[in-house]
Each structure stands twice: as C-alpha cells, then as structure tokens.
C-alpha cells in the first residue's frame, strides 16, 4: 500500500490540529495500530509547533505538510519559509538523548523540546537548514497495523 497527501498551511496555531486530524484520520482508515498512530501524530504536532512559532517572518506565512504511507513504512515532512535556524550556527544535529541522559523534562527550558520528542518518538529524524530560506523537519517511522487492516503491506 502507498499514499501520500500534502497540504499547505497558514503560519496559525489553528492549522496545527488540522494537519493533526488529517494525519489520525488516515492512519485510522488504513488500519495502523493505535500505539503508532499516537507516536507520529504527536510528533507531526510539534513539528507543525515549531512551523508555526519560528518558521515565517510575518503571522500567516505558510508552511508544508508531506505525509507518505509506503509500504511498512510512514514518512512525515514539514517545510517552513522562516529564517531558518541562527546564521551563525548550523542546523541543529538529530537530537538523540542517550540513555543516561535526564529526562526531557529536566531541561530547564519552557521551550525547545520539540525536536527531542520528534526523535524519540520516530525511527530516523532529519533536520535540515535552509538559510534565509526555513527549515525542512523530516521524519520516518515503521508501520505496525491492526489485524484488521484493510490497507496493511503487502
């Protein structure tokens, strides 16, 4: 089995659950299993987050979903028009806390852990700077379907 849809949003915390309830809804109807599905859609959330907070220069620029289904497979693409991430810095490595790490929670930050959860939550993560041009979050996760899935690999 293999599906992609692609939207285009405002830069508007109201887009975040539309792209959210679009992604559920797809994965409901294809059959993967509930567990899977609440992994990626919390990670599409804050990658759509981080778009819509740091990814145009003006409220209501756009941003770009990408969702593919692909056998056992599910990849996830957001694309902002922002800045892209400080100049002066290059973009941020796939963040991967390891195992001895404190818990997510400890950073002390308000903000920021967006990224973290994006990779703990996914099976590959890419992140990717385009200066003066935004930022590409991409990230891939397996496939576990329910029994009765109409649309389970092959």
């Given at each position: 089995?293999?599906?992609?849809?692609?939207?285009?949003?405002?830069?508007?915390?109201?887009?975040?659950?539309?792209?959210?309830?679009?992604?559920?809804?797809?994965?409901?109807?294809?059959?993967?299993?509930?567990?899977?599905?609440?992994?990626?859609?919390?990670?599409?959330?804050?990658?759509?987050?981080?778009?819509?907070?740091?990814?145009g220069?003006?409220?209501?620029?756009?941003?770009?979903?990408?969702?593919?289904?692909?056998?056992?497979?599910?990849?996830?693409?957001?694309?902002?028009?922002?800045?892209?991430?400080?100049?002066?810095?290059?973009?941020?490595?796939?963040?991967?806390?390891?195992?001895?790490?404190?818990?997510?929670?400890?950073?002390?930050?308000?903000?920021?852990?967006?990224?973290?959860?994006?990779?703990?939550?996914?099976?590959?993560?890419?992140?990717?700077?385009?200066?003066?041009?935004?930022?590409?979050?991409?990230?891939?996760?397996?496939?576990?379907?329910?029994?009765d899935?109409?649309?389970?690999?092959?």
């Amino acid at each position: 089995m293999s599906m992609w849809w692609s939207l285009r949003l405002r830069r508007e915390a109201a887009s975040v659950p539309l792209a959210r309830r679009l992604l559920v809804g797809a994965m409901e109807t294809a059959g993967v299993d509930p567990d899977v599905a609440f992994d990626l859609s919390l990670a599409l959330t804050e990658a759509c987050a981080n778009a819509v907070e740091h990814g145009g220069a003006a409220p209501g620029d756009d941003y770009r979903v990408t969702a593919c289904f692909d056998g056992d497979r599910c990849h996830i693409e957001v694309i902002d028009s922002g800045p892209g991430f400080a100049t002066s810095a290059p973009p941020p490595e796939t963040p991967r806390a390891p195992a001895t790490a404190a818990p997510l929670t400890d950073t002390g930050a308000e903000g920021g852990r967006g990224l973290f959860l994006i990779a703990e939550l996914s099976d590959h993560v890419d992140i990717r700077d385009r200066p003066g041009r935004g930022a590409v979050v991409s990230f891939d996760k397996i496939l576990k379907w329910r029994e009765d899935a109409p649309l389970q690999a092959a």
